[in-house]
């Protein structure tokens, strides 16, 4: 057996996450599935115990730190984003914003999202080597989440620059970002400070107006909730997105087979989205904390024990998904994945990310018979976006 000690040593460097986890992840699972890390924490590799701890915040919450570099470090009482907030108070504020995500409201977009598809995808020169990342998945999600935030065209470029730089920032050790994603986070707060100025002053059809007039037990949002809000829909409604439909051309490149499975059967792709969110696995993990002794597993787990939920592994966990739980497969049914999360937590935005893949699957449909990788493929180190910083592919009419 390969030394587990070594292996498990590796999951809190951002740089193995940029080459392939998965085979770690299956030497976890079948042999040290709470396995104890020497940073001071736990990782969770099986799907069944992923959702045992998802579903049950009051055991295993969120407040006390999400991300590795949380571990050790005082966080303030607002600490910056949704998920790190529990119930009963995270259930009143995605109150306030699930109005704007309901299934119908997205529906309703669904015209403007395959324009803004369609657009992108016709600029691809057929048989011409791209940088699929730059040229169509960054900008299509990114504009999605500007266009609901009601951002200036103008300033949609630099919605990139400090979207990049706060997921840089989860990477850095002691959670202190860089001097330059620093400079960065900063200028997008000042940002967001002076549009809701604008908006209480000026209010319009968009999101920000939709926060700024909401109000939680009688009381409006305070600028720090705001930015709350504001930067979490930035960075779950664009990151995820980009690197689910990057990493998901990818897995196209490399299984042709079930691209023209694809074509041939076009009604295959919910289904092929959803499987996307499984093999590609967008986030890679979140941390929760257990606020008493409790047991995982038939391991006992102390209270103060952090774990990493490593849902990557969960989606290709074999006891759920079978022999062929390494296999890219569009078809796949059922499909009881953790891309979304899962709880309290389930992503917020689910039903817009299936429309943006379901869209994007389509316009690709109509237009290209065969996806292959012609240059170099970038791959983020992270230890919570899997992300794609470079992919050069060739598409063909």
């Known amino acids: 057996m390969t030394d587990l000690a070594a292996l498990v040593e590796q999951?809190?460097?951002?740089?193995?996450?940029?080459?392939?986890?998965?085979?770690?992840?299956?030497?976890?699972?079948?042999?040290?599935?709470?396995?104890?890390?020497?940073?001071?924490?736990?990782?969770?590799?099986?799907?069944?115990?992923?959702?045992?701890?998802?579903?049950?915040?009051?055991?295993?919450?969120?407040?006390?730190?999400?991300?590795?570099?949380?571990?050790g470090r005082e966080l303030p009482d607002t600490p910056g984003a949704l998920l790190y907030v529990d119930p009963p108070?995270?259930?009143?504020?995605?109150?306030?914003?699930?109005?704007?995500?309901?299934?119908?409201?997205v529906r309703a977009l669904e015209s403007w999202v395959r324009d803004l598809a369609r657009g992108l995808i016709e600029r691809i020169?057929?048989?011409?080597?791209?940088?699929?990342?730059?040229?169509?998945?960054?900008?299509?999600?990114?504009?999605?989440?500007?266009?609901?935030?009601?951002?200036?065209?103008?300033?949609?470029?630099?919605?990139?620059?400090?979207?990049?730089?706060?997921?840089?920032?989860?990477?850095?050790?002691?959670?202190?970002?860089?001097?330059?994603?620093?400079?960065q986070l900063g200028e997008f707060v000042n940002y967001l400070l002076e549009v809701f100025v604008d908006r209480r002053a000026h209010p319009r059809p968009d999101l920000v107006t939709e926060l700024i007039g909401a109000t939680v037990d009688g009381e409006r949002l305070d600028d720090g909730e705001l930015l709350?809000?504001?930067?979490?829909?930035?960075?779950?409604?664009?990151?995820?997105?980009?690197?689910l439909l990057s990493a998901g051309l990818l897995a196209f490149a490399a299984s042709p087979k079930q691209?023209?499975?694809?074509?041939?059967?076009?009604?295959?792709?919910?289904?092929?989205?959803?499987?996307?969110?499984?093999?590609?696995?967008?986030?890679?993990?979140?941390?929760?904390?257990?606020t008493r002794p409790v047991e995982v597993g038939g391991i006992p787990i102390e209270e103060g024990e952090h774990l990493l939920l490593l849902y990557a592994s969960a989606n290709r966990d074999e006891a759920v998904f079978g022999p062929t739980a390494e296999r890219f497969d569009v078809g796949r049914h059922p499909n009881h994945h953790v891309g979304f999360g899962f709880g309290a937590h389930f992503c917020l935005g689910a039903a817009l990310a299936r429309l943006e893949t379901r869209v994007f699957l389509e316009e690709l449909l109509a237009r290209f018979v065969r996806i292959e990788v012609a240059g170099p493929v970038i791959r983020t180190p992270s230890t919570v976006i899997a992300g794609v910083t470079r992919a050069e592919l060739v598409l063909s009419a």
Do not use: K
């Open 11 to 71: 999951l809190d460097d951002p740089a193995f996450y940029a080459d392939d986890p998965f085979p770690v992840y299956a030497e976890l699972r079948a042999h040290d599935p709470l396995a104890r890390h020497p940073g001071g924490f736990r990782i969770v590799s099986r799907h069944t115990d992923v959702l045992r701890i998802s579903r049950d915040p009051e055991a295993f919450c969120s407040g006390r730190g999400i991300l590795l570099m949380d571990i």
């Open 89 to 105: 108070q995270h259930t009143r504020y995605r109150e306030l914003v699930n109005p704007s995500f309901t299934g119908a409201r």
């Open 125 to 183: 020169d057929p048989g011409t080597p791209i940088d699929i990342v730059e040229h169509v998945t960054v900008p299509f999600p990114l504009l999605v989440i500007a266009e609901l935030l009601g951002v200036p065209a103008e300033d949609r470029d630099r919605f990139q620059a400090w979207s990049d730089a706060m997921i840089r920032a989860t990477n850095e050790p002691g959670g202190v970002p860089d001097d330059d994603s620093s400079w």
């Open 228 to 243: 709350m809000f504001c930067i979490q829909l930035l960075v779950a409604g664009n990151e995820t997105t980009r690197n």
């Open 259 to 290: 691209w023209d499975r694809l074509r041939e059967d076009p009604a295959l792709v919910p289904s092929a989205a959803e499987e996307l969110l499984r093999y590609t696995s967008p986030v890679i993990s979140f941390m929760r904390t257990a």
